[in-house]
């Protein structure tokens, strides 16, 4: 049962977290409007469009971005003043436990944590949609319209593989597809030539060659064109790693399943990173929170400045380490479980040891 006590902390927590997120969202747009102000001017950008397309759905992004840091901002600076004032001297002088003292904290540090979680699972996807057709209309363009060396599983032991894709008439051109029974080639269709019919929903192979080979036999058929049924589209080649935060957790979840199964996964790395990320970043909110309780309780020589100054240092740490190891993650040299949640296992040690370290 919540008390006083606890009403009068978790108002606090989330007022100045709000408050604050919502005072550096405002200098961030600002900045953002200024730096492309030229840029709206010289496209003849509408108005409704800047504030309705864009600006209100930059917005909900930026906030789930830097939840988890202002979280930590927030909690040094307010625990800092009540330090300061004396009233956590005066709690634990009237038998309020350190660790219930911290009982507010956690269900304020809950509430954001669910909030980040649905905003970024569900939420903001769809505003990411709109926000990112404006900046490939407006702003930058990020959709490709051809790829290389395209190569997946589109069905169990059916591999294909494209040297050369465009997506201006749905054509390619270097077509072969391999169908293998377990580790044994049955057959394989090469073209010179590929094209997708929007129409009936096909691809058509054009100067074909198709061997099909029972045991030390090779029948060999050719021909100018063939119609052919595979398990893939064209849209499904010029997938970019821009479009992961436009899908939900279910559709990443059912892309990244698909993508694997098919034996994708060189260019699926940014998917995994959105994806993991998602749940890792509400777990943040928990750490950080400990932390900042732990390191801010204590009333110190230099008022709350020393303390706000270390929770800004610790929270730089905190975004370079998680954007070393994302980098990590698309080089290949580390997993994306690992590079999402290493940050949160580092900093979950070092909250911990702030903690047995905070007076009791």
Request: with cysteine; hydrophobic share 45%; aromatic share 14%.
């Amino acid at each position: 049962m919540l008390k006083r006590i606890d009403w009068y902390i978790i108002r606090k927590f989330l007022g100045t977290f709000l408050l604050s997120i919502v005072l550096v969202l405002c200098i961030v747009i600002i900045i953002d409007l200024t730096d492309k102000m030229d840029r709206f001017y010289d496209k003849h950008v509408p108005l409704e469009s800047i504030i309705f397309d864009y600006y209100l759905n930059f917005i909900p992004f930026f906030f789930n971005m830097l939840s988890p840091l202002f979280v930590f901002i927030a909690v040094i600076f307010f625990t800092s003043k009540l330090a300061g004032n004396s009233e956590i001297i005066a709690m634990q002088a009237s038998g309020v436990s350190y660790n219930r003292l911290l009982r507010p904290y956690l269900l304020s540090a809950l509430v954001i944590a669910l909030a980040i979680f649905f905003l970024g699972g569900y939420t903001i996807p769809n505003s990411n949609k709109r926000r990112l057709i404006f900046e490939d209309q407006y702003l930058r363009s990020y959709k490709i319209d051809n790829v290389n060396k395209v190569q997946m599983e589109v069905e169990k032991g059916v591999i294909l593989y494209i040297d050369f894709f465009q997506a201006n008439g749905n054509m390619g051109s270097g077509f072969s597809m391999e169908k293998f029974e377990g580790k044994k080639l049955v057959s394989r269709l090469t073209a010179q030539r590929i094209a997708w019919d929007s129409i009936h929903n096909k691809w058509k192979a054009s100067d074909y060659i198709i061997r099909q080979f029972s045991g030390i036999h090779e029948k060999l058929i050719s021909g100018a064109q063939i119609d052919t049924v595979i398990n893939v589209q064209p849209q499904d080649f010029f997938v970019s790693a821009r479009e992961s935060p436009q899908m939900n957790n279910t559709e990443l979840s059912s892309y990244l399943k698909r993508q694997k199964e098919r034996g994708v996964g060189g260019n699926i790395k940014a998917f995994e990173n959105e994806y993991y990320k998602r749940f890792s970043m509400p777990f943040a909110a928990f750490i950080l929170t400990l932390m900042g309780v732990s390191l801010s309780s204590k009333k110190v020589r230099g008022g709350t400045g020393v303390n706000i100054g270390l929770g800004l240092l610790l929270s730089a740490l905190y975004v370079l380490f998680s954007t070393f190891t994302t980098s990590f993650s698309i080089n290949g040299t580390m997993s994306p479980v690992m590079a999402v949640w290493l940050p949160n296992i580092i900093f979950t040690v070092i909250a911990i040891f702030f903690y047995f370290k905070a007076p009791k």
